[in-house]
């Protein structure tokens, strides 16, 4: 006979027994290029995370209409993000839009309504629609229109019915909905507005909600759609929250130009987090667009999200930028760095750069080192500890707390610490031991990983020695 047996169990009646085992680990890689919005906007799903990627640059108005969310969203992508975690916020008063379809012909059911199509999703968004045949096919076709563009259309059979195949075509169309009223033989509709839609309220509490959301999702980067303090606020102490909790990302603001210059450096000094990222003022596109405030916070942020942690943002050039909202002098750019400024500047072919890729981190607490203050160093090193946590988090419970067991803990962050070593983040000879000071007990182990991360060469110190005489003559 056969049958399963568990580890040293000694079985009574001769036979085949077996157990399985699993071997090995996952090691993690990185987490990157996810860019996390919360917005407000006249469409789409609500309080809800909707995943987006470079390929929906085009359609972003079908996904959620129109509003300062959307053009953040686009500027996030557009900045490198590959990612975006959307979150349309607001309460749940909203209204969605709708029309009712009335019946053709004659007698009784004349007029009468048969069919109610309404939207999805709350919101003022304006649509109308058409009923009528569709000639190549021989059916009928409900088209609903977004301005003079066909948003939805679908073909139904035409007969005694068609409220029911109405209905019925409708019923997995991700935007509308039809609810049949009565039987009956649709009348033709000439370009009929749906009408009722409102925005729901939105408030502070409501940006709120959406970092409870976004709780449950990973991403580097988490920006919105507005300059509002409160909303600022709120997502600082977000980023402050998540990594006590474990998801490790940055936050990017972008001040106004409204504002004084002096207003704006004392507000990045205040912040002084290695995880918030403030933009002194941002610069004029080569269209006319005025990136100030969340619209350049937005494109900052896709770039922030986007780049790999082995490479630094400093001197990138910003895509389409023309020139600077306020040019500044060296000594201002100095001294606002100097209070965690992120400063735009011109290259030498006048070309509008980040001057110096830094959060607003100044002062570095007792556990901290100068490193924190570099966005590349910070997001290299938040890479790093998210890796080995998420892979060690596989191993609780599964391995015993033995030399073999801690052993398997050490390998596989060494692992991954020789990964980021090859992929030019981290230097040569990182490494990992058990604490010495804390030797492992009961339940308990605790390790030591000695880090040496890569910084970008940054400052380029020359020094030309000349001589007046024709030759190199020794001194």
Not at 250 to 255: D, L, P, Q, S, V
Request: hydrophobic share 35%; glycine share 10%; charged share 25%.
């Amino acid at each position: 006979m056969a049958g399963t047996f568990l580890l040293g169990e000694r079985k009574t009646r001769p036979g085949v027994y077996y157990r399985r085992e699993r071997r090995g680990y996952t090691v993690e890689g990185a987490t990157n290029g996810i860019l996390a919005v919360i917005f407000q906007s006249n469409w789409g799903e609500l309080n809800k995370v909707v995943d987006l990627d470079q390929t929906d640059l085009n359609n972003l108005s079908d996904l959620f209409g129109e509003g300062n969310g959307v053009d953040a969203i686009r500027e996030g992508l557009l900045g490198g993000a590959t990612t975006v975690r959307a979150i349309r916020v607001g309460s749940d008063t909203g209204t969605a839009s709708k029309i009712t379809l009335k019946a053709v012909g004659t007698g009784e059911t004349a007029g009468s309504n048969v069919v109610e199509v309404s939207a999805n999703f709350p919101g003022n968004r304006s649509f109308t629609a058409s009923v009528r045949d569709d000639l190549p096919t021989g059916k009928r076709k409900l088209e609903i229109y977004d301005d003079t563009d066909i948003f939805v259309k679908v073909l139904f059979t035409k007969g005694d019915d068609e409220a029911q195949a109405l209905v019925d075509a409708l019923a997995n169309n991700k935007y509308f909905t039809a609810r049949k009223l009565a039987a009956g033989t649709l009348a033709d509709v000439t370009q009929g507005a749906l009408t009722g839609g409102t925005n729901p309220t939105v408030a502070n509490s409501h940006y709120e909600k959406g970092t409870n959301i976004l709780e449950r999702y990973r991403w580097n980067c988490v920006i919105s759609d507005t300059d509002d303090t409160g909303v600022r606020q709120i997502l600082n102490e977000f980023v402050k929250q998540s990594y006590e909790t474990g998801h490790l990302g940055m936050t990017c603001f972008a001040g106004l130009s409204t504002e004084t210059l002096e207003a704006r450096m004392d507000y990045a000094a205040s912040c002084n987090d290695e995880k918030i990222v403030y933009l002194l003022s941002g610069w004029v596109g080569n269209d006319g667009t005025v990136y100030d405030g969340w619209r350049a916070a937005a494109r900052i942020g896709g770039m922030i999200a986007g780049c790999e942690s082995n490479v630094s943002l400093t001197h990138d050039v910003i895509s389409n930028a023309l020139e600077l909202i306020e040019p500044l002098s060296n000594g201002e750019i100095i001294r606002a760095e100097q209070k965690g400024c992120l400063v735009l500047s011109l290259n030498a072919d006048n070309q509008v750069q980040i001057d110096n890729a830094i959060n607003t981190l100044i002062t570095e607490g007792a556990l901290m080192d100068a490193g924190w203050k570099k966005i590349r160093r910070t997001k290299c090193r938040f890479e790093l500890m998210d890796r080995i946590n998420r892979t060690h988090d596989r191993l609780v419970g599964l391995v015993n707390n033995d030399a073999n067991g801690r052993a398997t803990v050490i390998a596989a962050a060494q692992r991954i610490i020789n990964e980021m070593i090859a992929e030019n983040k981290l230097v040569f000879g990182s490494y990992v031991e058990e604490d010495p000071g804390h030797p492992a007990e009961g339940d308990s182990a605790y390790f030591l990983l000695h880090i040496l991360d890569l910084d970008s060469l940054e400052k380029i110190y020359l020094t030309y020695i000349f001589r007046y005489n024709q030759t190199f003559d020794e001194e």
